[in-house]
């Protein structure tokens, strides 16, 4: 029952590395999501895709870029990590117009940039 | 674009008591609705969602929420609180017609007093 899972869960990373961030869902779901939660702020998108090979930029997209090149499969990538991107990343999956379009969550990555 | 209000940053009430969440949300035609719930370092979990019909929608938990079209409302409620319930809400919407793009509220920090 793994539903939407993210790795890693926790990482420190310096200003100016890069790493990525993987989510894989086991829902056969069509469209996969990217947010990013900040104190205050709720959470943003950042980038989304609505199938494999597909992506598009959401709400906040500089200094990420993503790939879906399997469906289950969307990967966030930082090139060069800023203190600015300290952040709480969040993955979602679904598929618009079955099980209600809920839209499902991961667990959380929470990424610590210094 | 459509956006969401939460007016409450932090709750606090004593367990047993009822318990209303403010949520509003500007969007020109009927828009999808979500509560969702964040324990600490988890994921969101939902609690309910509204996407047309009965404006009284129950969700898990005890839950419920109203769609009030004319206020542009859609307010969380649980008749008698449980310590258990401590935890972040939000609130949040999607275009209708689509699940695709969710929009969310900052969040209402909810603690619950013995």
């Known amino acids: 029952n793994a539903g939407v899972t993210q790795t890693p869960k926790f990482r420190v990373l310096k200003t100016g590395q890069s790493m990525t961030l993987l989510c894989a869902q086991d829902?056969?779901?069509?469209?996969m999501y990217w947010y990013r939660q900040d104190p205050g702020m709720g959470l943003r998108l950042i980038h989304y895709?609505?199938?494999?090979?597909?992506?598009a930029k959401g709400e906040v997209p500089d200094g990420y870029n993503v790939s879906r090149l399997k469906k289950q499969n969307f990967l966030l990538g930082l090139e060069s990590a800023a203190p600015s991107q300290t952040s709480v990343y969040f993955c979602?999956?679904?598929?618009?117009?079955?099980?209600?379009?809920?839209?499902?969550f991961g667990e959380g990555s929470w990424l610590t940039v210094v | 674009a459509q956006s969401v209000t939460q007016p409450d940053i932090h709750i606090t009430v004593s367990e047993g008591a009822s318990l209303e969440l403010r949520c509003n949300y500007s969007?020109?035609?009927?828009?999808?609705l979500f509560w969702y719930v964040q324990s600490p370092g988890q994921g969101l979990q939902l609690l309910l969602k509204?996407?047309?019909?009965?404006?009284l929608v129950q969700g898990i938990k005890g839950f419920e929420a109203e769609f009030k079209r004319s206020q542009s409302s859609f307010n969380l409620r649980k008749p008698s609180v449980h310590w258990s319930d401590a935890a972040e809400y939000f609130c949040?919407?999607?275009?209708?017609?689509?699940?695709?793009?969710?929009?969310f509220g900052s969040g209402t920090q909810l603690t619950v007093l013995p």
């Open positions: 979602a999956s679904n598929t618009p117009g079955t099980s209600g379009n809920t839209i499902y």
């Open positions: 829902m056969n779901h069509e469209y």
């Open positions: 895709s609505v199938g494999e090979g597909t992506t």
């Open positions: 969007y020109g035609a009927t828009p999808y």
């Open positions: 509204y996407f047309s019909g009965d404006t």
């Open positions: 949040a919407v999607a275009p209708s017609g689509s699940a695709r793009q969710l929009t």
